[in-house]
């Protein structure tokens, strides 16, 4: 019974989808809710406007980001799960290259050096530059920490 009590709990894991199987209504389904609650968990973590949240999600309608933000959330499109987990993968990367947490979440608005980002922040690029502006951070910082995981 002593040994049940000292042992830590695992989180439950989440079996990986296959990428012929990420297009399936259902599956896009079950990955919607989870996906969008965490997508606005890091918004906040960012300080992120309404505009700036819609311009990463790719412009849904006001309407609709509302009830998103409500927690009526449907099934997302296989774009706008594609957009959310370039931001959860930037946010992770964030966090690992940068432990102190203010630096990580500020990251994204800092003016960078980098020339990719032409001394704008790298929101800008992420906003205005849709799914390739998400792809290049994402790509950048991948390489930064040392590859994808």
Do not use: C
Not at 40 to 69: D, I, M
């Amino acid at each position: 019974m002593e040994l049940r009590a000292r042992r830590k709990k695992q989180p439950a894991s989440i079996p990986a989808v296959e990428p012929e199987r990420r297009r399936d209504p259902k599956i896009r389904r079950q990955m919607s809710g989870p996906a969008i609650r965490t997508y606005f968990n890091v918004a906040e973590k960012w300080g992120l406007t309404v505009e700036e949240q819609r311009a990463l999600l790719g412009w849904p309608p006001e309407s609709t980001y509302y009830k998103y933000k409500a927690g009526q959330v449907g099934t997302l499109s296989y774009d706008m799960l594609m957009r959310i987990s370039l931001v959860l993968g930037i946010y992770k990367n964030l966090h690992i290259l940068y432990p102190e947490e203010a630096l990580a979440d500020g990251w994204v608005r800092l003016p960078n050096s980098n020339p990719l980002f032409g001394g704008k922040p790298a929101l800008t690029l992420m906003t205005e530059g849709g799914m390739d502006g998400l792809y290049q951070v994402r790509r950048l910082l991948d390489a930064r920490r040392g590859g994808w995981n």
